[in-house]
């Protein structure tokens, strides 16, 4: 299973290969805003994938077009409710997020 590290918090959950890394964030007790119930219509998921961008999926249509409409999107820009992992160790850096208790 993949580490994930979740950046600002240094917090680190294992996951299976093909979870989401929405779902590892928020099993990680990470409050990570999700509007639009994983769907990519709303882009409040955003977050930069700092280290092991070759192990999670590739950015498919529908993410790229809500990419395209977020300021502040880079190359290490993601979607956490699109972006499935790999079998690598992945850090997140998140983006305005709510901390988790």
Known sequence: MPLITILPEGKTVD????????QA????????????????????????????RKSVSKVQRLENEKLDSIPGVGSKSRLACQ???????????????????
């Open 15 to 22: 996951a299976a290969p093909g979870t989401s890394l929405l």
């Open 25 to 52: 964030i928020l099993t990680a007790g990470v409050n990570l805003l999700h509007k639009c119930e994983g769907k990519a219509e709303c882009g409040s998921c955003h977050l930069f994938v700092q280290e092991g």
């Open 83 to 101: 972006t499935l992992l790999g079998e690598e160790p992945v850090t997140v850096e998140l983006l305005g997020f709510a901390s988790g208790a």
